[in-house]
């Protein structure tokens, strides 16, 4: 993870996300129902359910939205929601992976297919570009407003269980084993630190710079991907040059 900044790539597409905050909603609730459905109402005993809230939180969504999502997977209304994992290669093949929430895996399978077709890329067979990421859990404390010295910090993050601290400007990036990402999270709340983030996500293990004649196709791709209302993330192990961000 040399080098590599998640939060810098996260920033750089905030303002997208932003305009979309309906669909991330959206995208959020059915989250949080597969998680009800799965392990009960209570984010106490379901492991599964306190990470999505947490996730909706970030997202800064309404906590009547939260309630309604809850409540949902918490009775019986008939839909049945599955996670589906698609691979791929992008333009000038980049690696991407999305992992969807869906009610009809024909249909979703139609559209992510569809995505690749229309940008120059490609689905590939289950394993095809995986094994270039690595699970993690991610965590991100802001600079801002942190009375604490920079050592402190990191020796916190590393006594918590962390595997990595990376420290910018305005934020420290914390990686953890998946195993141990909600120790570390509530070791971290327990000591007062004010979470940015908190998931676990899919780190690239090396990315590749989307050439200047590639990036619209690209671009357009993710996109595409991110618009599309059954996908709930879209992991690259790709980045745009710096002047093209």
Do not use: C
């Amino acid at each position: 993870m040399s080098g590599h900044s998640k939060w810098h790539n996260i920033q750089g597409r905030k303002n997208a996300q932003d305009a979309k905050r309906g669909k991330i909603f959206q995208r959020i609730s059915r989250e949080i129902y597969m998680a009800v459905k799965a392990g009960g109402p209570d984010p106490s005993s379901n492991p599964q359910l306190r990470l999505m809230m947490d996730k909706a939180r970030a997202a800064n969504m309404p906590k009547d939205n939260i309630k309604r999502a809850v409540d949902k997977g918490n009775g019986s209304d008939g839909a049945n929601y599955e996670n589906i994992t698609y691979e791929g290669y992008g333009p000038a093949g980049t690696a991407i992976i999305v992992e969807a929430l869906t009610d009809n895996k024909n249909r979703t399978a139609a559209a992510v297919r569809s995505a690749f077709t229309h940008h120059g890329g490609s689905l590939g067979a289950s394993g095809s570009v995986s094994y270039m990421f690595d699970r993690k859990g991610y965590i991100v404390i802001s600079r801002e407003d942190l009375d604490i010295d920079e050592d402190t910090m990191m020796m916190d993050a590393i006594d918590a269980g962390a595997d990595d601290v990376q420290n910018s400007e305005e934020v420290f990036e914390i990686y953890t084993d998946p195993k141990d990402f909600a120790a570390v999270r509530d070791a971290l709340e327990a000591k007062d630190y004010k979470l940015a983030n908190a998931e676990l996500t899919m780190i690239p293990e090396n990315e590749t710079v989307v050439p200047e004649d590639k990036i619209k196709q690209y671009t357009g791709l993710i996109d595409e991907l991110e618009d599309n209302d059954d996908v709930s993330e879209v992991y690259e192990a790709a980045t745009l040059p710096e002047d093209a961000e």
